[in-house]
């Protein structure tokens, strides 16, 4: 177990020391062993326990004046108040509640009082000075929701009402700015040249204890699905194991020389070793934008996407292909949607470029301009085809929409796979309420059933299956009866204001 340290020290140190050590000795050989028991040898040990010592002491010297504490206030009301038997130190307990943001931005305990209609609730987290002029980056789940943010320097300077210049939600970062002059600004190093098993120090303010410094190792790069936030969310992290606890949430992850490679934000449970850092380029490359222009624009094509390894049923039609981004959402009104893209595709290139991965996929699109033209290499069933299209503004907001509303008395046509479904008409699709008027729209799934497992939901709108159109129930039952039952039926499914894609198979017993 990993232990918090407060400068200027405790065990944690003093087990990173001994790690530290123990590699140093066991890199240089076994001449340095054959000497273990020579006073020569134990002066030369602690000389290099002693340069280790130094080294961190260093870090903590030059880095710490350029972290901040973060304190924010916000007013709830009484019926925002802690249920009967909630741990009131649980975390903010509201909006983070369920979230790795539980236990990692707590909120200050506080006794809630009857009858109180307002109160406030504080908070705190850490940031980094970008700039001299006082602009600060942090994460957005620190300040947001927050009625006043105040900074507290290492000096003891505090700086009242920050002011927040913009958020980038698809990352959690944040730039607010104080009114400061020739503030600390940070060392910033190139994440990308990061490597795992180089050291990595974590700086902050957890659970009130102001700049306590922690050591560890980066442990992994590049973690992606650590917190499901859906498809507007971009996920890149640094992954360590030196202790971050709730309240570093904002503050620095360093290297060896002091620079800061990321911001750390998110945990996996306490006093596990595991946690997060945003990349110190991709919290950057927003922070600039925020800087300059109050918001963060990206381009977009309007697909949502997953690894070709993650679709098993997909895999297994398109063989001997092992690897690709699979299309399997489509934005109404996207670009991909004007374009010849559509659902169970396969892109395995941008421009010439080979992507293997959601994340590449995704590098590579939003290094393009917004409007400019992309080419897409894509398989689709056994063929490897081109697909032009312009990519767009990405919207501020990615719309859903859910259908649990009841039909009217008509006609319904049992389907296999456990769907009840029947013909879209007109009236219906009034009706419903749907963005669609053509196809074949699910009215029931049944329980345990192999639509239920694979997604289908009441409401859902069949468009096509195995790539031709479905127009009637007929057409929909006299597909599934010439399909192959080994590979299954591939649909496409209107949703909300977006079409997905669904592989049916039946269920093994």
Known sequence: MMHQQHLPSSSSTTRWFAIGLSLIVAASGPLCLAKDTTPSSATSDID??????????????????????????????????????????????????????EYFFRRMPHTPQLHQPDRDVEGQGSGVILRKDGYILTNMHVINGADSITVLL????????????????????AVIKVDGKDLPAAKLANSDEVKVGQWAMAIGAPYELDYSFTVGFVSAKG??????????????????????????SGGPL??????????????RG?????????????????????????????????????????????????KPLKEGVVVNQIEDGAPASKSDLTLADIIVSVDGV?????????????????????????????????????????????????????????????GAFGLTVQTLTKDLAEHLKLEVADGVVVTDVADGSAAQQAGLQRG??????????????????????????AKGVLLYVHRGRSSVFVVLKETKE
């Open 254 to 267: 360093c290297d060896i020389e002091g620079r800061v490679i990321g911001i750390n934000t998110l945990i």
């Open 354 to 414: 080979t992507v293997k991965t959601p994340r590449d996929l995704q590098r590579q699109i939003l290094h393009k301009q917004i409007g400019q033209k992309v080419m897409l290499g894509v398989v689709r069933d056994d063929k490897t085809i081109q697909i032009a299209l312009q990519t767009g503004e990405m919207p501020d907001e990615v719309r859903r929409a859910s259908h649990e509303r009841e039909t009217p008395n008509e006609p319904k046509v049992w």
């Open 154 to 173: 290492k000096d003891g300077t505090k700086f009242e009402n920050a002011k927040v210049i913009g958020v980038d939600e698809r990352i959690d970062v």
């Open 48 to 101: 290099l326990a002693r340069r280790l010592e130094s080294a961190f002491e260093k870090v903590a010297d030059q880095a710490s004046p350029s972290v901040v504490v973060i304190t924010t206030k916000r007013k709830v009301s009484e019926a925002m108040d802690l249920q009967d038997g909630e741990d009131e130190d649980n975390g903010d307990g509201q909006q983070f509640k369920g979230t790795p943001f």
């Open 223 to 248: 973690r992606t699905g650590v917190w499901n936030r859906g498809s507007n969310a971009y996920e890149d992290y640094i992954q360590t194991d030196a202790a971050i606890n709730p309240g570093n």
């Open 270 to 318: 306490l006093n596990r070793g595991i946690g997060f850092a945003i990349p110190i380029n991709m919290a950057m490359e927003s922070a600039e934008k925020l800087i300059k222009d109050g918001k963060v624009t990206r381009p977009w094509i309007g697909i949502g996407i997953e690894a070709l390894t993650d679709n098993k049923d997909l895999l297994e039609r398109v």
């Open 460 to 485: 859902d709108v069949i468009t096509a299956i195995d790539r031709a159109p479905a127009h009637s129930a007929d057409d929909f039952k006299a597909a599934v009866a010439k399909a192959d039952p």
